[in-house]
T-cell receptor, first 112, second 116 residues
Framework: SQQGEEDPQALSIQEGENATMNCSYKTSINNLQWYRQNSGRGLVHLILIRSNEREKHSGRLRVTLDTSKKSSSLLITASRAADTASYFCATLMDTGRRALTFGSGTRLQVQP | NAGVTQTPKFQVLKTGQSMTLQCAQDMNHNSMYWYRQDPGMGLRLIYYSASEGTTDKGEVPNGYNVSRLNKREFSLRLESAAPSQTSVYFC???????????????FGPGTRLTVT
């Protein structure tokens, strides 16, 4: 089963609004990452947050991590039509397999 | 610097045929990965290679084999294709391996495979 699960599955907002996506996971992690996938393309890495970090910023992106609740959120501020894409969280477990486990994704539609 | 390249981009197979998907990276990365993505779903790990000479099974390895030919190349083989293997296949690489490095992954453009 997927380690990470995103919520909501789909989100539609107007340009200029903020978009928030959530990710929950099941086991102890080394780090959590967010990726973007434009339609018909490969995934692009957005941001990585380590298990000992609580918040991280990159441009219009803000990621939070709550290891006690095993959850993370991705906030995109002042969204643009170009932000329309699917967003995936991925976790690297603390032990065991040295590979990421991806969630099922949130499809974000930003209306111009 | 091409990043991660995959060939072919599209492929149609009949049930029972075999084929090899090719992947290469030019970033001197240690780890390489093969995923499949089915419609409306996230990526599922098929196989990965944490370093040259090693390969390990992921979540859905049945029906597939892999070869880490050298540090640059990681191929995925379907010995006897089945309709359930219709999917989009992505190769990825990351600097990290058995030792240090960053774990962010770089993805290829994907191979769209249809098995009839």
């Amino acid at each position: 089963s997927q380690q990470g699960e995103e919520d909501p599955q789909a989100l539609s907002i107007q340009e200029g609004e903020n978009a928030t996506m959530n990710c929950s996971y099941k086991t102890s992690i080394n780090n959590l990452q967010w990726y973007r996938q434009n339609s018909g393309r490969g995934l692009v890495h957005l941001i990585l947050i380590r298990s000992n970090e609580r918040e991280k910023h990159s441009g219009r992106l803000r990621v939070t991590l709550d290891t006690s609740k095993k959850s993370s959120s991705l906030l995109i501020t002042a969204s643009r039509a170009a932000d329309t894409a699917s967003y995936f969280c991925a976790t690297l477990m603390d032990t065991g397999r040295r590979a990421l486990t991806f969630g099922s994704g949130t499809r974000l539609q930003v209306q111009p | 610097n091409a990043g991660v390249t995959q060939t072919p981009k599209f492929q149609v197979l009949k049930t029972g045929q075999s084929m090899t998907l090719q992947c290469a990276q030019d970033m001197n990365h240690n780890s390489m990965y093969w995923y499949r993505q089915d419609p409306g779903m996230g990526l599922r790990l098929i196989y990965y290679s944490a370093s040259e000479g090693t390969t390990d099974k992921g979540e859905v390895p049945n029906g597939y084999n892999v070869s880490r030919l050298n540090k640059r190349e990681f191929s995925l083989r379907l010995e006897s294709a089945a309709p359930s293997q219709t999917s989009v296949y992505f190769c990825a690489s990351s600097e990290a391996g058995l030792g240090q490095g960053t774990w962010e992954q770089y993805f290829g453009p994907g191979t769209r495979l249809t098995v009839t």
